[in-house]
């Protein structure tokens, strides 16, 4: 049976509110019966004292020993005691405060505000505020802002429920409850199902991994196994923690809330595809391109540039030839993907990638007609899929200034048609990202195979992908989560 506490050192603490049986002391939180933590128990940590050994820390410490899900977790404690630990998480939310409007007029220096489970009495700061939650999940953050040449956080700390006054009382008591009805009652649906699984997706992503034809199957499919599939976004970070499993159906990145997502969901002990290990190996090409050249798996020649002197140009030209393709580390989709003709454009080329990353991938140009996917889950080959480039162009996708993108066409042969060769080389370099699920893009060129990349997060449409199976496409990813969440359920707590 799950549980639901708020702990407070002391219950005239708590004076203000009104009473309720989930608000216990810190006493009685430690006295809890032992089964008091075998359904799913929430905390949420009010203490007062966060410093290492105080009452505070203890709570949450306890709360993480017992099973139970607690905000903040010690983690969020540590980090915040020191800037050089918290400041790491700023990156982007800095950014966000250049455009920090407050009221006309307005010449103060600093601001000192406060913000209760993600929002802020300041409407300015409501985005900062939610921002702030997500990377520091903490009932009640005090907050100071400075400015010198813009707006910056020169300080983060925990505040105190008993140091509220007034309106800041009535502030939290509000936050609280819109948290707690958010975040952790649990929907009445979810009981005929074993599992519950979160699917992060964003509708208004362009190029998403699955379109809605295909997320609905997925959804269909978990039905099926008794798994209840979630669609969740990036406002529900917290959520994770009620879910068993999260599929990642979304680009991802390492600077982005996806790789945030894949990080918690497996620190709470979730199945996650794509896992952050995953993550941090496919979406960097760099890290991928001496990965692959490392354990033999053939790939285009292939240089790593950090300059653009002309010593590196002459070399460039020399081993790889021309045309040669140029390619940031993080692109994705064809974007960020130059194919440079000659000696002359190849400069201004390497200098325009160069500005968003200090190196940059130049390939050797192989020209095919289509590029292979195969799709490969649990080391084993899943389906595979031809893409075929766009007419009159050498990729698969053309992106032309903010227009749709185009796409050339496609086939989805059985997998048993897929010539060998190409099946070898591509469960070879899925093996050394991981075991979950991958889809490994070739090219084939007479006896010549080769691998271009593999993603962490590769497609799957309706229509497209599932063409040659069908329903039984995701039933075979559904059904994997299932093993693994049986696996994880058999395992001794």
Same mark, same amino acid.
């Given at each position: 049976?799950?549980? *639901?506490?708020v702990? $407070?050192?002391?219950? %005239?603490?708590?004076?203000? /509110?009104? +009473?309720?049986?989930?608000?216990?002391? *810190?006493?009685?939180?430690?006295?809890?019966? %032992?089964?008091?933590?075998?359904g799913?128990?929430?905390?949420?940590?009010?203490?007062?004292?966060?410093?290492?050994?105080?009452?505070g820390?203890?709570?949450?410490?306890?709360?993480?020993?017992?099973?139970?899900?607690?905000?903040?977790?010690? &983690?969020?404690?540590?980090?915040?005691?020191?800037?050089?630990?918290?400041?790491?998480?700023? %990156?982007?939310?800095?950014?966000?405060?250049?455009?920090?409007?407050?009221?006309?007029?307005?010449?103060?220096?600093?601001?000192?505000?406060?913000?209760?489970?993600?929002?802020?009495d300041?409407?300015?700061?409501?985005?900062?505020?939610?921002?702030?939650?997500? #990377? *520091?999940?903490?009932?009640?953050?005090?907050?100071?802002?400075?400015?010198?040449?813009g707006?910056?956080?020169?300080?983060?700390?925990?505040?105190?429920?008993?140091?509220?006054?007034? %309106?800041?009382?009535?502030?939290?008591?509000?936050?609280?409850?819109?948290?707690?009805?958010?975040?952790?009652?649990?929907?009445?649906?979810?009981? =005929? !199902?074993?599992?519950?699984?979160?699917?992060?997706?964003?509708?208004?992503?362009? @190029?998403?991994?699955?379109?809605?034809?295909?997320?609905?199957?997925? $959804? #269909?499919?978990?039905?099926?196994?008794?798994?209840?599939? &979630?669609?969740?976004?990036?406002?529900? !970070?917290?959520?994770?923690?009620?879910?068993?499993?999260?599929?990642?159906?979304?680009?991802?990145?390492?600077?982005?809330?996806? /790789?945030?997502?894949? #990080?918690?969901?497996?620190?709470?002990?979730?199945?996650?595809?794509?896992?952050?290990?995953?993550?941090?190996?496919?979406t960097?090409?760099?890290?991928?391109?001496?990965? @692959?050249?490392?354990?033999?798996?053939p790939?285009?020649?292939?240089?790593?540039?950090?300059?653009?002197?002309?010593?590196?140009?002459?070399?460039?030209i020399?081993?790889?030839?021309?045309?040669?393709?140029?390619?940031? +580390?993080?692109?994705?989709?064809? #974007?960020?993907?130059?194919?440079?003709?000659?000696?002359?454009?190849? +400069?201004?080329?390497?200098?325009?990638?160069?500005?968003?990353?200090?190196?940059?991938?130049?390939?050797?140009?192989?020209?095919?007609? !289509?590029?292979?996917?195969?799709?490969?889950?649990?080391?084993?080959?899943? !389906?595979?899929?031809?893409?075929?480039?766009? =007419?009159?162009h050498? &990729?698969?996708?053309?992106?032309?200034?903010?227009?749709?993108?185009?796409?050339?066409?496609?086939?989805?042969?059985?997998?048993?048609?897929?010539?060998?060769?190409?099946?070898d080389?591509?469960?070879?370099?899925?093996?050394?990202?991981?075991?979950? *699920?991958?889809?490994?893009?070739?090219? =084939?060129?007479?006896?010549?195979?080769?691998?271009?990349?593999?993603?962490?997060? +590769?497609?799957i449409?309706?229509?497209?992908?599932? @063409?040659?199976?069908?329903?039984?496409?995701?039933?075979?990813?559904?059904?994997?989560?299932?093993?693994?969440?049986?696996?994880?359920? =058999?395992?001794?707590?």
């Amino acid at each position: 049976m799950a549980g *639901f506490y708020v702990v $407070v050192d002391d219950l %005239e603490d708590w004076a203000p /509110y009104f +009473p309720s049986r989930d608000v216990i002391s *810190f006493e009685q939180y430690m006295a809890l019966p %032992e089964d008091a933590g075998k359904g799913r128990t929430r905390v949420i940590n009010c203490c007062r004292n966060s410093r290492a050994l105080g009452r505070g820390y203890y709570c949450s410490l306890l709360a993480e020993a017992r099973g139970h899900n607690v905000i903040p977790s010690v &983690q969020v404690m540590n980090d915040l005691r020191r800037k050089s630990l918290w400041s790491l998480e700023l %990156e982007g939310v800095e950014a966000a405060l250049d455009k920090l409007a407050l009221a006309e007029g307005d010449v103060r220096e600093q601001i000192d505000v406060k913000i209760f489970f993600g929002e802020s009495d300041v409407p300015q700061l409501g985005a900062l505020a939610r921002q702030l939650f997500d #990377r *520091f999940p903490i009932p009640l953050l005090e907050v100071r802002l400075k400015r010198e040449r813009g707006w910056h956080i020169q300080r983060i700390r925990q505040g105190a429920l008993r140091d509220l006054k007034g %309106e800041e009382q009535d502030i939290f008591a509000q936050a609280l409850d819109r948290f707690s009805n958010r975040i952790w009652r649990k929907p009445r649906a979810r009981k =005929q !199902y074993r599992y519950d699984m979160a699917m992060l997706v964003n509708p208004k992503e362009k @190029l998403p991994p699955s379109d809605r034809t295909a997320i609905a199957r997925f $959804v #269909r499919a978990g039905k099926r196994l008794g798994i209840n599939v &979630q669609l969740i976004g990036k406002q529900d !970070y917290q959520r994770l923690a009620e879910y068993d499993a999260l599929f990642i159906r979304e680009t991802t990145s390492i600077d982005h809330h996806t /790789y945030r997502f894949a #990080r918690k969901a497996e620190a709470e002990g979730l199945v996650v595809m794509d896992d952050p290990t995953s993550i941090l190996r496919c979406t960097n090409k760099v890290y991928l391109a001496d990965l @692959l050249r490392t354990h033999r798996v053939p790939t285009p020649k292939t240089q790593i540039l950090s300059d653009s002197s002309a010593q590196t140009l002459e070399s460039v030209i020399a081993e790889l030839g021309l045309p040669v393709v140029l390619k940031i +580390p993080d692109g994705s989709f064809s #974007r960020g993907v130059i194919k440079v003709e000659t000696a002359e454009a190849l +400069p201004q080329a390497l200098k325009q990638l160069r500005q968003n990353s200090s190196l940059v991938l130049a390939q050797e140009f192989m020209y095919t007609d !289509y590029d292979w996917r195969i799709g490969v889950l649990n080391n084993k080959p899943l !389906y595979a899929c031809r893409y075929f480039m766009v =007419q009159d162009h050498w &990729q698969i996708y053309r992106h032309e200034g903010g227009n749709e993108p185009d796409s050339g066409g496609f086939d989805t042969p059985a997998t048993w048609e897929v010539p060998r060769k190409v099946l070898d080389v591509a469960l070879k370099a899925a093996r050394l990202i991981g075991d979950g *699920f991958y889809g490994v893009d070739i090219k =084939q060129s007479g006896d010549r195979v080769v691998v271009i990349e593999v993603n962490d997060n +590769p497609s799957i449409d309706s229509d497209v992908e599932d @063409l040659q199976l069908g329903g039984a496409l995701y039933h075979e990813i559904m059904a994997e989560f299932l093993r693994r969440m049986e696996l994880k359920r =058999q395992m001794p707590a």
